[in-house]
Structures are given as structure tokens and as C-alpha cells.
């Protein structure tokens, strides 16, 4: 077995292949997928009224998503931040994950924490 070209383990990837299988994940993707549209107006709501600095994070990879929709996220995640007071908010990329990996691998997730202190220490007293 071979996901994103790494070997993986088999009975790690029988269990993933299961969930992926499951009506819970459906049910789960479903309820995900039906929240976009409120999540999208939250945040433009959001950055309607910021009265302070923001840090937006995504994810970087995101090749399963068309380039328009990953053109529209990445847009999104533009407005919030220029929105808010600039230049003090920020936005960053987590290069090596994807939706589910944000903070449930452990480098990812090193990687957003380092991300949110640098932040929060940029922000003046």
C-alpha cells in the first residue's frame, strides 16, 4: 500500500480505508460540506468588524480541491487579514498539511503552534 508515495502500514490503512467506508465519515463530510456556506459568511462577518490583529492559517496542501475553490479559500483568508488592523495580522501557509493533518500530526501541529506563539509574541504590549 502507497498513499502520497510513502509506504504505509497495512493494518493502519485497512483501518482508514474503513472509515473512509463508514456512515459516520459520510455523515461527518456531510455536515462539514453543508457548514461551508455558514462558515464563509461568519468570517465575512467577522472581518466586517475586526478591531484587532488576526492570524489566519491554512493548509498547504490542498490538490484535491479545484484551483478555483482553492482560489477562493486563499482569497478568503486575504480579506480577513487585510482586514483587520495591518500590518499586524498575518497569514501563513502549513506547507506540508492538509485539512485533517492541520494539528492532529504531531509536525503540523508543532508547526502551527510555533506559528501562533511567533505571532502572538509580533503583537506590541
Not at 22 to 47: C, D, F, V, W
Amino acid at each position: 500500500w502507497r498513499i502520497l508515495a510513502k509506504k504505509s502500514d497495512p493494518a493502519e490503512m485497512r483501518e482508514t480505508l474503513d472509515w473512509l467506508a463508514s456512515p459516520a465519515y459520510m455523515n461527518s463530510l456531510r455536515e462539514e460540506l453543508g457548514s461551508i456556506e455558514g462558515i464563509k459568511a461568519e468570517i465575512a462577518n467577522t472581518a466586517a468588524v475586526l478591531r484587532h490583529p488576526t492570524l489566519s492559517l491554512i493548509a498547504g496542501i490542498g490538490k484535491h480541491i479545484p484551483e478555483k475553490d482553492w482560489a477562493d479559500i486563499r482569497g478568503m483568508h486575504d480579506r480577513l487579514a487585510a482586514s483587520a488592523p495591518a500590518p499586524l495580522s498575518q497569514f501563513a501557509v502549513i506547507d506540508a498539511a492538509d485539512h485533517s493533518t492541520m494539528v492532529s500530526h504531531p509536525v503540523n501541529g508543532k508547526d502551527v503552534g510555533e506559528r501562533i506563539l511567533a505571532f502572538l509574541r509580533s503583537l506590541p504590549r
